[in-house]
């Protein structure tokens, strides 16, 4: 079937997006619509003194201006980390308190402390910087190794030394003793540097009270929006749940941002309460790097022991990780679970520790961004294992190779149980697309023209649908990470498929459908994707961690399933035959090996009408599911970068990237190279270009896109993606996943390339030309000094 | 206020305009033409991306009110019924993803086509991908995107 599973369809949703019809969050316009704008503290650390809102108030078009204790008063709460990480020593995590809007203390530059609105957004804005708010300073500590340190400026009280947890997962006294037998020890340190997530779509938000019903409606630009309503309701008494409805149209681009609830979605919908108004507020770029939640940020060091035989002996590993001046709704289970966990990365080791401390700074929050952790322990082994290799005097390949993962199910000393995967045909597939064998000669062309050249591996893993929701629970999580689905099959047999999954850019639209299309061998126009409205979806978890395919259609199938056995049953009652051999083909349902058949449309028809159902049946043909995976998933695979370097400037060109992924079962092949282009953009974007910079006062450096480097088509080469695939055992459909590897894996890639181009392992991310440039002059300066 | 007529996807418009008003909040708010999309502050991202007198433009830098007699195309007004190859070649290519930077990307493609063919220069990959300095994709990668412009070059 050409829209089935493995077909490259192309995308429905893409006729709105191309003609300028998308429905933003921004689109949406109200009757009556009025504006918020936020009053931000311009300094890191501050106790508020008092805040004057007489001037603001006077000015045309403003309608009110509201603060925190306003906000406290009225009940509504602190915002909540929904993971809940236990220290080493058995202490709960040292929460420090955050309010939507800070009443007595200001803890970085862009922590809100008033909105006004106002009847245009100009207006709002012009107000905005006429409130006085006094500040008292405080000293500041932007940087998490300072954070640490005795006598730092204490940015909680509720967390002593700034000190959110120290946790650990492993063996350290096992890893200790490989250590101690290896002949041979790896040591780094390796940082890896904070990043925005820059969706393209500014975050927005339209909240509307509707006093007569008492119910309040908010467009938002989230991944989740049930998910949303729950923690809006529960935690932060906005509304109940079944007076608030939260509708994420069209969203441009998540990458982890739009997870979470902020506080100006929070207030919006607040705000609309307290003047009666419906208030809109969208995030200029500006805004949106001192309030989006950053990604990544960790300094680690690490060893890593071998034996003689190239086998790893020990592996451990101490990250301090920065989780800004509050605790974002996943950010404690980031260093952690979805860190430490994947620090086994493809290989059979069996001595490993790992400890994390998490810290305050007086920096904007920090929490999940493409990958959330994994990107983080994948560039640290991957590193490490690269650097290995040289010290060894080993093809970094075969050091791998000898370490790897054949046998499935296989347990880490690290809490995960790998599933499936080949890691050799991954490893195979990508010296083979790559031309590895042909890479000496390309150095050394290069070099005839004065130009290094460097080839970089990253054999990644990284885990994804996460997963199961009772063992999760018993990690911390605060919520459920299954997800539902209902299928209604129409009278006229069309089909509308309604998913708790969110589509910000993944074209569940077009692949969701397909899995419909060839379970019921309908039509594809006949099917629609339902997503993102609260009011109309029964209940969603949303699109985070590579989880909507794993989960979101393995719910879809489930509930499928249901329909499938009901539209057995009332063909075998009017076809006289047995359940058993009614089979559905041909856009058929049929009576195998016999020309008795029904219409997909009359199964739908006869369940609607009811006139002639098996008897006790219920009318109607619409089912709905909820599947809780059993298991995370293991995407997997093979990166290998190669670079040429200009010696003179530090320039680095990336000539060739290949990719081969195993992402288990492919619905949409285009689709997931999509999806592997852009995750290695933002890959290759970490490893040269991006970096968010604070100064020793706390103050962003990196504002806006004339100093945050996003990559831009000129900085990227053609990609070369590949798959060699295994199936998932834990899902019905096969699938692993496949939005987050490129991002996961990418990053050492590259700087194992350019490390391997200059002679020098001592580089760090973003590899600028300068700090290329450093790296190399510093090792030609050892190498002469030799 | 100032007084501004202009043409907008084919049809006469006048409004009066505060002197500050962008051409990116005048065709968002006021002609309520959603497609043109604001993705920064500081005119690098490329979103806003309009024609005017047949030339790209960054909407978010342009005030309306110098636009008197201008002639003005944006997303919503590229094809007239159906779809413009460049529109047709992004869907072939997935050349799309949140669709956010589309419009921007689709009108700055159109622009360099229209160029690079009037200066009979060719539009190489290496040439569609500097042209594309001024537009910002945060999904894509930029793969799909030369892919389509490429696609699109051949066809208009």
Known sequence: ?786 | MTKVSLTVNGKPVARDVAGGTLLSEFLREDLRLTGTHIGCDTSQCGACVVHVNGKAVKACTTLAASLEGADVTTIEGLANGGLHPMQEAFKEHHGLQCGFCTPGMIMSGVDMVTRYKAEGRELTQEAIRHELEGNICRCTGYHNIVKAVEDAASKM
């Open chain 1, 1 to 786: 079937m050409t829209t089935g599973i493995g077909a490259r369809v192309k995308r429905r949703e893409d006729k709105r997006f191309i003609t300028g019809k998308g429905k933003y969050t921004d689109d949406v316009r109200t009757e009556n619509q009025a504006y918020a704008a936020f009053v931000r503290s311009p300094v890191a650390h501050a106790n508020v003194k008092s805040i004057d809102k007489s001037a603001a108030l006077e000015m045309d078009g403003v309608i009110d201006v509201l603060d925190g204790h306003q906000l406290t008063g009225d009940g509504i709460g602190n915002i909540i980390c929904g993971w809940a990480v236990t220290s080493k020593d058995g202490s709960p995590m040292n929460m420090g308190a955050w309010s939507a809007l800070a009443t007595q203390k200001v803890r970085y530059v862009g922590d809100a402390v008033a909105v006004v609105i106002a009847e245009t957004q100009q207006l709002a804005r012009l107000a905005a910087e006429a409130v006085d708010v006094e500040y008292e300073e405080l000293p500041v500590v932007a940087f998490a190794d300072k954070a640490l340190k005795d006598g730092a400026p204490q940015i909680h009280e509720e967390a002593p030394g700034n000190l959110i947890y120290d946790w650990e997962i492993g063996d350290a006294a096992k890893a200790d003793a490989g250590l101690a037998e290896a002949v041979h020890v790896t040591e780094m340190e390796i940082t890896n540097n904070r990043l925005s997530p820059n969706p393209m779509e500014p975050r927005s938000a339209v909240a509307t009270y509707d006093e007569a019903e008492d119910h309040y409606t908010l467009y938002t630009t989230s991944q989740n929006p049930h998910v949303a309503r729950l923690v809006l309701s529960a935690f932060y008494n906005v509304a109940p749940e079944h007076k608030l409805r939260v509708i994420a149209p069209d969203v441009g681009g998540g990458f982890g941002a739009k997870i979470y609830i902020y506080p100006e979605e929070i207030t919006c919908l607040w705000a609309s309460m307290k003047t009666n108004r419906s208030v809109k507020w969208t995030a200029d770029r500006s805004e949106a790097f001192v309030t989006d939640a950053h990604g990544r940020d960790h300094i680690s060091t690490a060893k890593m022991g071998f034996d003689a035989d190239g086998r790893i002996t020990g592996f451990k590993v101490d990250t301090i990780a920065n989780l800004g001046a509050y605790m974002s709704l996943f950010s404690s289970s980031v260093p952690t679970y979805l860190y430490a966990t994947l620090l086994s990365g493809q290989y059979d080791i069996q001595n490993l520790h790992a400890n994390v401390r998490a810290v305050y700074t007086n920096t904007v929050p920090v929490d999940a961004y493409r990958g959330a952790g994994r990107p983080e322990a994948c560039y640290l082994v991957e590193r490490m294992m690269e650097t290995a290799a040289r010290e060894l005097g080993m093809k970094p390949a075969e050091l791998r190779a000898k370490n790897f993962i054949r046998e499935f199910p296989h347990e880490t000393p690290v809490i995960m149980t790998y599933d499936s995967g080949d890691f050799d045909a991954n490893l195979a597939q990508a010296e083979e697309a790559a031309d590895v064998n042909g890479f000496p000669a390309r150095r050394e062309e290069a070099a005839k023209r004065g130009k290094l050249r460097g080839l970089g591996y990253s054999c990644y893993i990284e885990a994804c649908g996460i997963a199961p929701s009772a063992a999760v629970g018993g990690l911390g999580a605060g919520v459920g990470l299954w997800e539902s689905a209902e299928v209604r099959v129409n009278p006229v047999g069309t089909i509308e498929i309604l998913t708790g999954s969110h589509s910000h850019g993944q074209g569940h639209e077009t692949t969701f459908a397909q899995i419909v299309a060839e379970r019921f061998d309908q039509p594809i126009e006949n099917i629609s994707i339902v997503h993102g409205d609260t009011d109309k979806v029964q209940f969603g978890m949303g699109t985070y961690g590579s989880r909507s395919g794993a989960v979101g259609m393995s719910a879809i199938v489930k509930a499928m399933d249901k329909v499938e056995a009901k539209v057995r049953k009332i063909a075998a009652h009017q076809l006289e035959a047995s359940e058993d051999d009614i089979v559905i083909e041909g856009g058929e349902v049929k009576v195998a090996g016999t020309d008795k058949a029904l219409g997909w449309h009359e199964i739908g028809l006869a369940a609607y009408t009811a006139h002639n159902l098996p008897p006790d049946m219920e009318p109607g043909l619409k089912e709905s599911a909820f599947y809780d995976p059993s298991n995370f998933t293991f995407p997997a695979g093979t990166y290998i970068c190669e670079v040429e370097v200009d010696p003179d400037t530090g320039t680095t060109e990336i000539v060739q990237f290949t990719a081969s992924d195993d992402f288990g079962t492919i619905i949409n092949p285009m689709i997931v190279e999509g999806q592997v282009h852009g995750g290695i953009a933002q890959g290759v974007g970490q490893a040269m270009l991006e970096q968010v910079i604070y100064d020793e006062d706390g103050q962003l450096i990196t504002g806006s896109y004339m100093d945050y480097t996003m990559p831009r088509a000129a900085d990227l080469p053609n990609f070369s993606v590949h798959h060699a695939s295994t199936v998932c055992p834990g899902n019905p459909l096969g699938m692993k996943g496949c939005g987050e590897a490129g991002a996961i894996g990418s990053p050492p890639a590259v700087i194992n390339a350019i490390t391997d181009a200059i002679g020098n392992n001592d580089l760090a991310m973003p590899a600028t030309p300068q700090n290329v440039w450093r790296a190399y002059q510093a090792a030609s300066a050892k190498q002469a000094a030799e």
